[in-house]
């Protein structure tokens, strides 16, 4: 196994450890910063969230790099982020910090995409990751991040920009996917 495919499966193997953070009642404690207080096992959970998420441009850029771009890669990663995104979104359904429509909105649309990969595999396509899909992950993460994190430090400042980011999320979320749907609807029309 490769070294891209190796920080994949470390994004994959990172998915529980976040999530014991986030959601099981551990006995850390709050700290109070800047006017902020958030449970220290959050703060954790976040941490590991943001590195999970900064290996899938790791992964890609020593794939490209080191020309080891593989199948198994191109399956893989594409996996990882969505089981990551997924799985943090549920959580913070699950702990009352997102509105579940929105995770709906967003997983709804991870699902549907995927969908239309596996299709254009199947014919033989490949279909890369659009410029406006790159910039919807950011602000995924961004916004994911900052919920976990209780709006910190914005909350001293009475900034909402944990729900500005997440609305900012689910707006590019539903954009980049009706434009990759414009984008590969032949893909879907050819395999009627």
Known sequence: MNLPNKITISRIFLIPLFMLFLLAPLPFGDINFLGTTLPLAHLIAALIFIVASATDW????????????????????PLADKLLITAALIALVELQLLPAWMAIVIISREFAVTGIRLVASAEGE????????????????????????????FQ?????????????????????????????????????
């Open 58 to 77: 790791l992964d890609g850029y020593y794939a490209r790099k080191l020309n080891l771009v593989t199948n198994f890669g191109k399956f893989l990663d």
């Open 126 to 153: 490949v279909i890369a990751a659009s410029q406006l899909g790159k910039l919807k992950t950011v602000t995924q993460i961004v916004a994911i991040s900052a919920l976990m994190l209780h709006n910190w430090p």
């Open 156 to 192: 001293a400042f009475s900034l909402p920009f944990d729900m500005i980011a997440i609305w900012v999320a689910t707006f590019l979320t539903i954009i980049s996917g009706v434009d990759y749907f414009k984008k590969n609807q032949h893909i879907l029309l050819k395999s009627k």
